[in-house]
């Protein structure tokens, strides 16, 4: 079975998930990204490694964030952008998402960044396009969001440099998230020893301890001793039903209030891929506390989508290249 | 017209017959193996030194499209399919559309699929009307129309009083009743099997309880009717297990495994391949195993090509929504005799799978060189390599999981009714 991430010589061709990315490819990512951020702090913030270029955002699926930070990423690396909420516009008249695709070929676009409910959306599209169009899954159904799962890593790293000697716990709806399924695999590759997820088990897929974590429906002992805790967002559909009892019973189990956070490490930080339902997964208290690092998440997303885009279509050596504009 | 097959290997597994034999045709019917009759001068010969000769492959499931589906396939298209896969009878299920509840909508399958004079065609009739689980269809105005069976295709009938009376109704005039097993409500929006792929995948899953909790259901009621009943594509490991204990209790059951759930398991999706959404899902290596050993022991009773031609633009989707099915009929004989060679199972034993077995399920004479019966016969290559191309398949249903794979088996003549209705090229 291809890989179909990487081309013949092992370079990134587009970012479809976590799984299935080397380890080297992983830190390499990493690593551009922090040549990135120091462009938001300039007067002029931006680079012009993608002059010239196009870059589509196809979103079949709302998102106002997301969608946000890969426009200001391809912004400042010079892309000219377009955003399309497809879902608002050509689905609805019955166009397939190939037709929609091709058209924006045919309008010469370079890159597509993609979300779509349905998981294997953008593995589906990647596999269509020509080869020298990239694709960049900006979140596909219940499967991957590999940009917020490396965003994820790089503001661990920043916090707690020695990844080979943590403990993460996962809160969370989990069976839902592709966000969670991104994280695993982003901290099982780069060789994270310990990765929990607390979860209730409606909330857990099934076989999930085969990606390689530890199980636990507590947060009393899924939380002790962990360096980061990363909470997912729980969905308002759903609140109520045979998934869980209701808002108020999850908030009392699982949400994470200064309390239950007391069980972790005293250093422990605290990620969020947003948006947040405080007072259901996460109290306001600790989303605005000392130890929580989710705005930080978000402005490291710009570097880390940065990094993707100019890997992609900017070559390998896109690090140097941005320190070079400095 | 008078033929003579000459030289071939011929297998009849209802009669035993596994050796180098000549077969003689005329009007239609065989008329004797090993020696001529008396005066009997073919018009025809056959040379089929080499090959294997055998009774017409008979299939349990193949969806033909038609009616209101022939976007996807025809009956002309799919009947061709058959023949040059050596399938000389097939059972169709009724989601059609109009659904087959009606025996006018049969009676012209029928009579359509009769004038064009390829495989024959036994429809299964709707069991319940409009396949909704609620009124029992006109089961024995149907029969007469030339149904061999009632199916409800892959809906299942949720309220178990309305199962409990079709199943009674049924046994009353000795009907088939066909069905597939899986508890809708567990099943909901499921795409793949619920395990460790559809969890690495984000895939909705469908758990292996939902066959069981269904096939629990059915045999009990079964049991309780004494109605006959053919489960269809059999999937878990855990469902092999129950039929084979209701065997043992006396249960009138029998069952089937399609040829796909044989040789794939939910690791072949790999990346949301599409040709891999496939109803039941493909589900573990202990399952294919069981299913495997099921069909050794007798436990299963025949293999069926699930048949389901697709047209190219349902499966450009993301996999979620990608129309279910895979092209199956060109495919029955090579990944049964496939199968039978990596399981050690001898030709006569993996053709009766596929030729006997699935005739008596259906209640047809099909499936046998028996003498004065129709002269269904398929010749093929047994050792002869092919590889799976779409484009080259006869089905307009191009969607396959064994695309690119070279299999074994090759079909060189397909006979219906003592008429040369397929020859390769």
Request: hydrophobic share 40%.
């Amino acid at each position: 079975m291809n890989n179909p991430q990487l081309d013949a010589d092992g370079r990134l061709r587009h970012l479809l998930s976590i799984e299935g990315l080397p380890k080297k490819i992983l830190n390499q990512i990493l690593d551009t990204a922090e040549s990135f951020v120091g462009v938001a702090e300039r007067e002029v913030k931006k680079v012009p490694l993608l002059r010239g270029k196009t870059v589509c955002n196809l979103f079949f699926e709302n998102s106002t964030r997301t969608r946000t930070t890969f426009e200001i990423a391809a912004k400042r690396l010079s892309a000219d952008v377009i955003s399309l909420n497809v879902n608002t516009s050509s689905q609805s008249k019955g166009e397939t998402i190939l037709d929609t695709v091709d058209n924006l070929i045919a309008m010469h676009a370079d890159m597509f960044v993609v979300r779509h409910s349905q998981s294997g959306a953008a593995h589906f599209i990647a596999k269509h396009v020509p080869n020298h169009i990239h694709v960049i899954n900006a979140g596909d159904g219940r499967h991957s969001h590999p940009t917020q799962g490396l965003l994820d890593m790089f503001t661990i790293r920043k916090y707690k440099p020695d990844l080979h000697n943590l403990r993460v716990a996962i809160v969370g709806d989990v069976l839902h998230s592709r966000v969670a399924r991104s994280e695993i695999h982003a901290l099982t590759t780069l060789g994270v020893p310990e990765v929990r997820v607390i979860a209730p088990k409606t909330l857990l897929p099934a076989h999930v301890e085969k990606l390689g974590v530890h199980v636990f429906h507590d947060m009393k002992s899924g939380l002790k001793d962990v360096d980061v805790v990363m909470m997912l967002r729980l969905q308002n559909e759903r609140m109520n039903g045979a998934m869980l009892p209701s808002a108020q019973e999850y908030f009392k189990t699982y949400g994470l209030t200064q309390d239950k956070l007391n069980l972790a490490r005293p250093d422990a930080i605290v990620l969020h891929p947003g948006p947040m339902n405080r007072g259901v997964e996460i109290d306001s208290s600790v989303a605005d506390g000392p130890q929580s690092v989710i705005l930080p998440q978000v402005t490291y997303g710009i570097a880390i989508r940065m990094a993707v885009m100019a890997m992609l279509a900017g070559g390998q050596n896109a690090s140097s290249q941005a320190g070079n504009q400095a | 017209m008078k033929i003579q097959i000459k030289n071939g290997h011929v297998i009849d597994p209802k009669n035993k017959i596994d050796s180098q034999q000549d077969l003689f045709i005329a009007a239609g019917k065989i008329v004797a193996i090993g020696k001529a009759p008396d005066g009997f001068i073919a018009n025809q010969t056959i040379n089929a030194s080499g090959l294997i000769v055998c009774p017409g492959l008979v299939d349990l499931s193949a969806r033909l499209r038609e009616p209101g589906d022939e976007y996807k396939a025809t009956l002309i298209s799919e009947l061709q399919a058959a023949v040059a896969g050596g399938v000389t009878s097939l059972a169709c299920p009724p989601d059609t559309d109009p659904v087959l509840d009606e025996p006018g909508l049969v009676e012209m399958l029928k009579h359509r699929a009769k004038q064009l004079n390829l495989a024959h065609v036994y429809p299964l009739g709707a069991l319940t009307r409009q396949l909704e689980g609620k009124v029992l269809s006109e089961m024995g105005e149907l029969r007469e129309a030339g149904c061999v069976g009632f199916s409800q295709a892959n809906i299942a009938i949720t309220d178990t009083q309305v199962l409990w009376r079709a199943m009674e109704y049924a046994a009353t005039f000795g009907f088939t009743l066909f069905l597939h097993a899986e508890e809708p409500f567990l099943a909901k929006n499921g795409v793949a099997h619920d395990g460790e792929v559809a969890s690495r995948l984000g895939l909705k899953g469908i758990p292996s309880a939902a066959e069981a909790l269904a096939l629990a259901s059915i045999l009990r009621i079964a049991k309780e009717t004494g109605a006959r009943i053919h489960i269809s594509r059999l999937s878990t490991a855990e469902g092999v297990g129950m039929i084979r204990e209701a065997k043992k209790q006396g249960v009138n059951i029998s069952c089937d495994v399609s040829a796909n759930h044989l040789h794939l398991t939910e690791y072949d999706i790999g990346f949301f391949d599409a040709n891999c959404h496939l109803k039941p899902p493909l589900r573990t290596q202990r399952d294919k195993n069981a299913l495997s050993t099921g069909l050794k022991d007798g436990t299963i009773d025949a293999i069926c090509s699930d048949h389901t031609p697709v047209d190219d633009d349902a499966k450009l989707a993301p996999f979620a929504e990608a129309e279910v099915g895979a092209t199956g009929l060109e495919l029955l004989l090579a990944l049964t005799l496939k199968w039978a060679h990596q399981e050690q199972v001898s030709l006569l034993d993996a053709l009766s799978l596929i030729s006997p077995s699935s005739a008596k399920i259906l209640g047809i004479s099909a499936g046998s060189l028996n003498l004065n019966s129709d002269a269904d016969i398929c010749i093929f290559a047994a050792t002869e390599y092919w590889k799976v191309v779409p484009n080259a398949l006869k089905s307009q249903g191009k969607n396959t999981p064994f695309n690119g794979l070279e299999v074994a088996g090759k079909v060189k003549f397909t006979l219906v009714h003592g008429q040369v209705v397929y020859q390769s090229e």
